[in-house]
């Protein structure tokens, strides 16, 4: 069974703070990593990972994968109170055929106070 | 303006009356997929087509039916609801490369909250 943890489950930090986030995975047909931004409404894109050892950077966030070691970072510097929100990061595997299924995790947390 | 959609919005039923939720993409993209978000257990794929006329079991498929009959639509249909699928659900659409793999990221529609009683 796919399995894809994220850490920690919530955590509050004040603005200005980096952070970061931890999704580690054990999944079979490993195709690629997405991350996700979930505020009141429905998950927003952030990041799609497919090889080991190349940041994706937007901003303020950024992002690596690490296929070896099997698991993701997401990194979020100088924190502002609308980063506040559940970050979810998804695996993409390949199940039969060409079939592509997703599995995430249960997110992570995040309040940013002032 | 691309997006998908779903409705209605909010739906509360009782037990054991079929429902269909639709989904709608305006972006032409290949991958369609339903999922149920539940406190404490994430986001689980439920059902998911690739295509016209190809859909597969996600990891929660019990429940719940699926069709893919044009490219656009992927309606999610209960046969006979029940509490335990008392739900937010999402549908999302995504590109899929030549390969087979996604291109790009999955947009989520806005969600439905589903309450069977």
């Known amino acids: 069974e796919d399995k894809v943890v994220q850490s920690p489950l919530s955590l509050v930090v004040h603005e200005g703070d980096t952070v970061t986030l931890n999704c580690s995975y054990e999944?079979?047909?490993?195709?690629?990593l997405l991350w996700y931004k979930q505020e009141k409404k429905a998950p927003t894109f952030l990041f799609m990972l497919t090889s080991s050892g190349i940041e994706k950077k937007s901003g303020r966030l950024s992002s690596i994968l690490d296929k070896k070691e099997l698991f993701s970072i997401l990194n979020i510097t100088a924190t502002q109170t609308g980063d506040s929100a559940v970050y979810l990061c998804a695996v993409v595997v390949q199940d039969t055929g060409t079939a592509s299924k997703l599995t995430f995790g249960t997110g992570t947390r995040l309040q940013v106070t002032l | 303006e691309a997006q998908v959609t779903q409705n209605p919005r909010y739906l509360i039923t009782v037990t054991g009356k079929k429902l269909t939720v639709t989904c709608s993409q305006n972006?032409?993209?290949?991958?369609m997929s339903w999922y149920r978000q539940d406190p404490g257990l994430g986001l689980r794929q439920i059902y998911y087509?690739?295509?016209?006329?190809?859909?597969d079991k996600g990891d929660v498929p019990e429940g719940y039916k699926v069709s893919r009959k044009e490219k656009r639509n992927f309606p999610l249909i209960l046969e006979s609801p029940s509490p335990n699928q008392t739900s937010l659900y999402f549908c999302?659409?995504?590109?899929?490369?030549?390969?087979?793999?996604?291109?790009?990221?999955?947009?989520f529609g806005p969600g439905t909250r589903l309450t069977v009683l």
């Open positions: 087509s690739m295509n016209v006329e190809v859909t």
């Open positions: 999302a659409s995504s590109l899929l490369g030549t390969s087979g793999r996604e291109r790009n990221e999955q947009f």
């Open positions: 972006m032409n993209h290949e991958y």
């Open positions: 999944v079979t047909n490993f195709r690629s």
